[in-house]
């Protein structure tokens, strides 16, 4: 039963291990700690924005405003950080605080408005970039070292960046996925009406969702900061499309119900470590966006082959 | 059953009680002034047609939809029910027909759903979880299903099962089926009922809703009949009368279950030709003949091919091979479109999800499969589809408004009328049904079998699948019984009766098993066979 | 035994209710309040502006509302809109003559869409995510094929006519918007092509068998949203007299924003192009309105988002599951 549960998490999984071995093929020093924890944080961001996206589409929605979340969360942090340590940690708490607040916000629209999410993430979108700019016009802003380097150094082959998602997954995600909370965050995905019926609170499970994916948003933001030891409101945009292709590419399906976290974090560094490979191996920096996109969209049509076999017309239809 | 149990005399309280409950939704009246109770060990059975009022008494029951108005009362003492596990913990739990399943989940985890147990900081405890499920299987007596599988794998009878385990998991006093069993073979509803029987010996109470009357006769200890959202009467068991409760459902007399059926069809040539049909896993060497104004009925255990043979005659199925020939003419079957070319029709399983696109009016609906017909230079004409729908609405005594209302509006019966108006639209002629009255109240059923026999006095050939055998046997000239995806045995005329063809079902020789029950003859006396 | 029926309010008729009708009272509202802000915006010089600029988004709005009513999303608009755009010019800049290269670039942009369509239809794989994919390929694409240059070349007097020439006072991208509006409006409520559309987003399976093959359905609705895309490139094109790599940007969700405040529902089977008109104008209009309160860059987003949020919760909720 665990293999079935992790099994949709193959493809992404496997993907990841290909291409680190490809890697080294092509660039032998990335197996230094420098490389390592070079490749690590490249991904680290988006394997966060993968598990905001991801708790969304387990209940059947979507998230377009994830990146706007990590964009606005950045802002925040490189805006009022400073170098003071005290008021540094009050500013992440009140960063993580922010961004559980804006998946809250979508959350209250998309359960109790009961709009469609994907046209609810779209106007919050718009929203959040825009207080991330009244925040933060124009890119900069103070990130101090102690900070930058407590999140994306290592202790040898060991990157933070790693024990920080680590530590996440393994204090937020799992106990929300193996609380009743996570439980109903399936079941709603899955069978919305079942779920109702079976006494779960719709709407109740759905905000909660969100919220969390606000948070998970928020922690990508944090680590973005780190990363790139500055603020911009709008660099967010490109991690929407990637968490959304990192959960497809994941295992979990966009109508909800199926997906483990595994495979969407696996895919996310997979999608962050290709620019990284396509670069090391030489190819014109011109042709890594298109086989970037070329590759997602080879694997996705790859994974759905086999409905060009199957013998029913009807088992083609149903998504 | 007589039902000899002391509940029966005794002034204890009912273990469900529900009085003057109204309901309504967006101006509709759902519920009027509705009673309704059960006793301690009864198995209590509800009948209606469809829209009667049923399903949203059961809801109210269980919690899922508050009343609007009316009081109920379990064991005694008023309640008001919020949502269904608080309704579960105060001793009522239902299973309806849609499946509340979550298909990824595994079965041991949508039986506990919404109430699993949790350790300190709200983490889940699989394995009490696990325990607590294979405790209850074997309290029920289910011992084939594995709770570690995941619901959306398991066949859809063991689906309803799991239903059933999750409502029990609560531990209920009141226990309602609504539908339980329309997707349950014979195996497995003498399963259920054991169950039944057994819950009721612990003094559960059951409300049982079905369409199935041979269920209902060998269940029942009470009977209670509800019309237009209000209850017009309840009987005990020994003394009902099939055609009074029939009465009592429609509110009017209805002379008998079946038509006349349709003469015998006098063509020599058949109009449908199927030789060494195969298609894979699916289907093995099927071959059979329909000729014009011919009734010809589908029949065995469920799932050993008898949908899928419709759906690849309607060219839902690719890599065929065989022959199949329509008026002599050989013809390919790869596609739908290819398949109504060549004149086949198919009436889907579902007509809600496969057969009519609900929000939208008659007479789209109608002219949906003829529009290529309906244009002229590429535009649809407007006129011509509009007396294509007064056609189709006038032939079948469709009742609405108008063409323009939504389908969704109309009743079950009359939902099945477009359907088939939409296929005499396109000039079918082979018209395939796939299992048309599964659910369908007596009313419905009734004007369906009339139906049936217009089409075949109209020379359409019928190719009929259907789970109850006193329509096969009421309505077709020859029935095929299919066993383990072949056609394994035809009967004709005479010999068609319900006992045969489980008989032949089940692949037994010996047409007089003990295992069948007593024979029913629906057919009115002194009709011809 | 029929006993359901579908009420009507008592007060407010339905139609009022309808989004579409919504998004034309808002839009004459809108209209009415900057007017009032400023009196020079209800002068021609401006309105041509405004139908100018809302031509552009409302081409792209005709491919993007057929998309959508069947259930379907196209997000590939941005990067396809740019290859074609850069495609024609590079043509032309290499003496392929005017109207080839017109028609290359509008046979790109179909291509797209046709490759769309194998995704959704063939692959089923959401549209949502294959056609980002498809966005990002196409990006590279026009990267590969410019080494990031895009080309400098001297339009033809046609193309510049596109995209800023006048006819008779009446700006052209605007004639072109018309006659597709012309055209979205006959294919969806006169052609069996639209009935199809319809009824693939309210239930594909239904029509599925009732003997239409979906998948080309799908094609044709995607294909036109190809075509659309590369036409708004070419008129874009003329209108800033240069290609340029970031001329899409504008385009990837405000389209869609425009055919949901028009009344279309996101999920299909519902709306029309009527509604996408307004809703194109509106979408200029706010933005017009924004920049002359001269409200900062970040403000004009956060109320973009807030009105359409409103407008939603008007005229674009969920019906609650019935019994």
């Known amino acids: 039963m665990i293999i079935e549960r992790y099994y949709s998490s193959l493809t992404a999984m496997i993907g990841l291990i290909l291409l680190v071995i490809l890697f080294v093929y092509i660039q032998p020093l990335i197996l230094s700690p420098f490389g390592v924890t070079m490749s690590a944080n490249q991904g680290t961001t988006l394997a966060l924005a993968a598990l905001a996206q991801l708790v969304v589409v387990l209940t059947g929605g979507v998230d377009l405003s994830v990146g706007a979340m990590v964009g606005l969360t950045n802002a925040i942090a490189a805006t009022y950080m400073g170098s003071d340590p005290a008021i540094s940690i009050a500013v992440l708490i009140g960063t993580l605080a922010a961004g559980t607040l804006a998946g809250f916000l979508n959350g209250m629209v998309v359960a109790y408005g009961r709009i469609q999410p994907i046209i609810v993430t779209l106007a919050t979108l718009y929203i959040y970039t825009g207080i991330g700019l009244v925040i933060r016009p124009q890119p900069g802003g103070f990130v101090p070292n102690w900070f930058a380097n407590a999140l994306t150094g290592s202790w040898g082959y060991l990157p933070y960046a790693l024990v920080f998602l680590l530590v996440l997954v393994l204090l937020a995600w799992v106990p929300l996925m193996r609380s009743r909370l996570g439980r109903a965050i399936n079941a709603v995905g899955d069978n919305r009406n079942g779920a109702r019926v079976s006494g779960i609170s719709v709407a109740r499970t759905e905000l909660w969702a969100y919220t969390a994916g606000g948070f998970f948003a928020a922690c990508a933001g944090i680590f973005l900061t780190a990363q790139t030891t500055s603020g911009d409101a709008t660099i967010g945009t490109s991690y929407t499309l990637n968490s959304v292709a990192a959960v497809v590419f994941g295992g979990a399906m966009l109508s909800g119900g199926r997906g483990v976290a595994l495979g969407p974090i696996c895919a996310a560094y997979f999608l962050s470590l290709l620019i990284s490979v396509l670069f090391a191996s030489g190819v014109s920096p011109f042709y890594q966006n298109l086989l970037q996109g070329g590759v997602l969209v080879i694997v996705l049509a790859a994974a759905n082959a086999w409905r060009l076999r199957t013998r029913h017309w009807l088992n083609v239809m149903s998504n | 059953m007589a039902d000899s149990s002391a509940a029966a005399a005794s002034n204890e309280a009912p273990a469900l009680e529900a009085s003057g409950i109204g309901k309504h939704f967006a101006g509709v009246i759902a519920l009027d002034d509705a009673d309704f109770s059960c006793r301690r060990g009864e198995v209590h059975v509800l009948l209606g047609a469809n829209g009667a009022g049923k399903s949203t008494l059961v809801k109210i029951l269980c919690g899922v939809q508050p009343p609007d108005a009316g009081t109920l009362r379990l064991n005694g003492e008023t309640v008001r029910l919020h949502n269904p596990i608080q309704a579960a913990e105060l001793g009522v739990a239902a299973v309806f027909q849609e499946l509340s399943l979550a298909p990824h989940l595994t079965v041991a985890e949508n039986i506990m759903l919404a109430h699993e147990p949790t350790g300190p900081f709200g983490q889940i405890r699989s394995r009490e979880l696990r325990r607590r499920v294979i405790d209850l299987f074997e309290q029920i007596g289910i011992d084939h299903i594995n709770p570690n599988t995941l619901a959306g794998r398991l066949t859809l009878a063991d689906q309803q099962l799991v239903e059933i385990a999750k409502a029990l998991s609560h531990d209920p006093k009141t226990l309602i089926l609504d539908e339980g069993t329309s997707a349950l073979g014979r195996e497995e509803v003498r399963r259920l009922f054991d169950l039944i029987a057994r819950l009721r010996e612990r003094g559960t109470a059951i409300v049982f809703i079905s369409h199935r009357m041979a269920e209902v006769r060998e269940i029942a200890d009470r009977l209670t009949v509800f019309r237009n959202g209000t209850n017009v009467g309840t009987v005990d068991a020994v003394d009902m009368d099939e055609s009074h409760l029939v009465e009592l459902m429609l509110g009017e007399r209805i002379e008998q279950s079946f038509p006349d059926r349709a003469p015998m069809p006098t063509d020599k040539e058949p109009l449908l030709a199927v030789s060494d049909l195969n298609a894979g896993e699916l289907l093995h060497d099927i071959s059979l003949e329909i000729r014009r104004g011919e009734v010809v009925g589908l029949a065995g255990l469920e799932g050993q091919g008898q949908g899928d043979l419709l759906l690849a005659l309607f060219g839902m199925v690719r890599r065929l091979s065989g022959e199949v020939r329509v008026n002599g003419k050989p013809t390919h079957l790869g596609s739908p479109w290819k398949a109504i070319k060549a004149g086949f029709a198919l009436i889907p399983e579902d007509r809600k999800t496969q057969g009519l696109l609900q929000p939208l009016s008659l007479r789209e609906n109608i002219v949906l499969a003829s529009l290529h017909r309906l244009t002229r230079g590429g535009l649809i004409d407007r006129s011509r589809e509009r007396r294509a729908a007064e056609q189709g609405m006038k032939r079948l005594e469709i009742k609405a408004e108008s063409m323009e209302t939504p389908v969704v509006t109309l009743s079950g019966g009359n939902q099945q009328k477009v359907v088939i108006a939409k296929w005499l639209e396109t000039g079918g002629d082979i018209f395939l049904f796939y299992d048309p009255t599964r659910g369908v109240d007596v009313g419905t059923k009734r004007a369906f079998y009339e139906l049936i026999g217009e089409l075949a006095r109209a020379g359409k050939a019928v190719l009929l699948y259907s789970t109850e055998l006193s329509e096969l046997v009421g309505l077709c000239h020859r029935v095929l019984v299919m066993n383990d995806r072949r056609i394994a045995e035809i009967l004709e005329g005479e010999s068609i009766t319900e006992n045969t063809i489980l008989a032949a079902s089940l692949g037994v020789g010996d047409r007089h098993s003990a295992n069948t029950e007593p024979a029913t003859d629906h057919r009115k006396a002194g009709a011809a066979s | ?323």
């Open chain 3, 1 to 323: 035994m029929n006993n359901t029926s579908i009420s009507r309010r008592s007060v407010i008729p339905p139609w009022l209710l309808q989004g579409v009708t919504i998004s034309y009272i808002l839009l004459i509202v809108l209209f009415a309040i900057a007017a009032m802000i400023n009196p020079h915006y209800a002068s021609w010089d401006n309105i041509r502006n405004l139908l100018q600029i809302g031509a552009f988004i409302g081409v792209i709005a005709v491919g993007q509302t057929l998309v959508i009513i069947t259930g379907q999303i196209d997000l590939s608009v941005p990067w396809n809109l740019t290859f074609s755009a850069i495609l024609m010019a590079t043509l032309i800049s290499h003496g392929t003559s005017t109207p080839v290269a017109i028609a290359a670039a509008l046979a790109s942009g179909t291509l797209v869409g046709m490759f769309n369509s194998i995704g959704t239809a063939i692959f089923r794989i959401h549209s949502l995510v294959w056609t980002l994919g498809v966005n990002a390929v196409m990006q590279g694409a026009t990267l590969v094929y410019t080494h990031a240059q895009p080309p400098k070349v001297d339009l033809p007097p046609i193309v510049r006519a596109l995209g800023a020439g006048d006819l008779w006072g009446i700006p052209v991208p605007l004639f072109v918007w018309i006659l597709a509006a012309i055209f979205a409006l006959i294919l969806l409520h006169c052609t069996r092509f639209g009935r199809y559309l319809y009824a693939i987003g309210n239930n594909e399976s239904v029509l599925f068998l009732s003997g239409t093959d979906s998948r080309k359905i799908y094609l044709g609705a995607f294909a036109i949203s190809g075509f659309c895309a590369a036409l708004a490139g070419i008129m874009l094109t003329g209108y800033s007299s240069q290609p340029y790599l970031g001329m899409g940007s504008d385009y990837l969700l405000i389209p869609v924003a425009a055919v949901i405040i028009g009344g279309t529902n996101i999920m299909g089977g519902s709306g029309g192009y009527i509604g996408s008109i307004s809703g194109a104008l509106i979408v200029v209009l706010l933005q017009s309105v924004l920049s002359t309160i001269q409200i900062q860059e970040a403000g004009k987003d956060i109320v973009f988002g807030t009105i359409i949020i409103l407008l939603l919760l008007l005229y674009g909720r969920q019906k609650l599951s019935s019994h």
